[in-house]
């Protein structure tokens, strides 16, 4: 499912299917076409039984917030919410009692939130160039929860693009000491276990850009204590599609390491071999 928390916004499809929904809308694009097309190239998603909900729910929210909810996509919402589907569905999954009724709860006001109309549409947005946040070859540090020092390294940096995304790998640095540059250099890629459609778990590379425009300094205190050389030049277009925001790098990894036991699998890769010009990237 490609879902980290109980909230409408907490899950893989839904930053995937707003992106795009608004992408085109700051293009220009009527709600009505934006709908169609994303339908069209979503039969896949539509289709799942795991991923269905998500899709019409990202879909309903997106359509209110332009103040253009159409009424069959909120009965849509009203049957995944009051006839328990999406509860269900979770429960599938082996949520704990207390997601359920988390979810619950999100699903009601959800549902309430967008029987009334909203009182202005979004505007659309103009769309201006940004830089990244931090320079390509930075060795970042942030505290976890626990009070550990947590390492990611920044593979990429986009200059005067309308995202300013940074390529951010995430290193198996966990330790109670300050890390130095010399522990980057001797880092290794984390991977974690993430579970698929058929219910498998695969290990999966914790490598992800992250958006300029969504940085807030004040959620997660980032320290560059070093910076190494990248050889290799990353595209956000086609090189590790995976897209977050900056809240979540410490998010995944306080819930990585909540449960590290089932998280944790035997993949080593070096962080160096990430920087240099003839890595393979290697396909689990």
Not at 89 to 104: G, P
Not at 112 to 122: F, G, L, M, Y
Not at 161 to 189: C, H, M, R, W, Y
Request: charged share 35%.
């Amino acid at each position: 499912m490609g879902t980290w928390g109980t909230g409408i916004s907490s899950n893989d499809i839904y930053e995937d299917i707003n992106y795009e929904f608004f992408e085109l809308y700051n293009q220009g694009m009527e709600v009505s076409a934006i709908t169609e097309k994303l339908i069209q190239e979503n039969k896949e998603l539509i289709d799942s039984h795991e991923d269905q909900n998500n899709f019409w729910i990202t879909i309903a929210k997106s359509q209110w917030e332009c103040k253009s909810l159409d009424p069959k996509v909120l009965n849509r919402i009203k049957d995944i919410v009051e006839s328990g589907k999406d509860i269900e569905l979770w429960k599938e999954f082996d949520a704990s009692q207390s997601d359920l009724t988390k979810r619950q709860k999100v699903l009601d006001s959800f549902l309430k939130k967008i029987s009334n109309e909203k009182k202005t549409s979004r505007k659309r947005k103009v769309k201006k160039s940004r830089n990244a946040i931090f320079e390509k070859g930075d060795c970042l540090i942030f505290k976890l929860s626990d009070g550990d020092y947590c390492g990611a390294f920044v593979l990429e940096s986009e200059k005067e693009t309308e995202f300013g995304l940074n390529l951010i790998a995430v290193t198996d640095i966990k330790q109670s000491e300050k890390p130095t540059e010399k522990d980057f250099e001797n880092a290794k890629l984390l991977f974690r276990l993430e579970q698929q459609i058929n219910k498998e778990f695969k290990p999966k590379e914790q490598i992800s850009w992250y958006y300029a425009q969504h940085f807030k300094k004040s959620e997660t205190e980032f320290e560059k204590i070093g910076q190494l050389k990248v050889n290799k030049d990353y595209h956000s277009n086609k090189d590790h599609q995976s897209f977050s925001n900056w809240d979540n790098l410490k998010l995944f990894q306080d819930e990585f390491y909540s449960d590290f036991e089932n998280n944790k699998c035997k993949n080593k890769i070096k962080l160096s071999s990430l920087r240099k010009k003839y890595w393979l990237q290697q396909r689990i």
